[in-house]
């Protein structure tokens, strides 16, 4: 029994729908025995289907060709994932790489090292200050005019 690629690749649920399986193909993303295979190529059982996902390359052979999407448990029914353990490797070292810790005080701040900054900059006087208050007075005890351009 023969099966379309896109719709084989989105079967059994090696890709979400039926339209990113064929945009993977189009795309080159998605080779049978090393070579670029368009969405309507058929597949049948014993297939080696090669899928990149950078930064892996993942390899499974067709144990049947379905045309109808299936439950995610009878997925390895469908297929044999026969991708190479260095392939996996790959995947693992870019997980670790991805997530470094930051030293402290670099990069974007925490939530409490942010309350911390605005607690330092905020003036203490903003806190007290009124403008609107007609008796307030600068740090001297002179009336303040909070509406004159005089320093």
């Known amino acids: 029994m023969d099966s379309r ?7 059994s649920r090696l890709y979400k729908t039926r339209t990113l399986a064929a945009e993977a193909c189009k795309n080159g993303r998605v080779t049978i025995a090393d070579k670029r295979v368009k969405p309507s190529r058929p597949v049948k ?10 930064p892996v390359t993942y390899t499974f052979r067709i144990l049947q060709a379905i045309q109808h999407r299936i439950g995610a448990k009878l997925v390895p029914q469908v297929i044999e994932d026969i991708t190479t353990p260095d392939q996996y490797e790959l ?3 870019q997980r670790i790489g991805t997530f470094v810790a930051r030293a402290r005080g670099t990069g974007r701040p925490t939530k409490k090292e942010r309350r911390d900054l605005d607690n330092y900059f905020a003036p203490d006087f903003f806190d007290t200050f009124d403008p609107f208050n007609d008796d307030a007075t600068d740090e001297a005890g002179a009336p303040y005019d909070a509406f004159s351009d005089e320093d």
């Open 5 to 11: 690629l896109d719709k084989f690749l989105w079967a």
């Open 45 to 54: 059982e014993g297939d080696v289907i090669q899928i990149h996902k950078p």
């Open 91 to 93: 995947l693992e070292m």
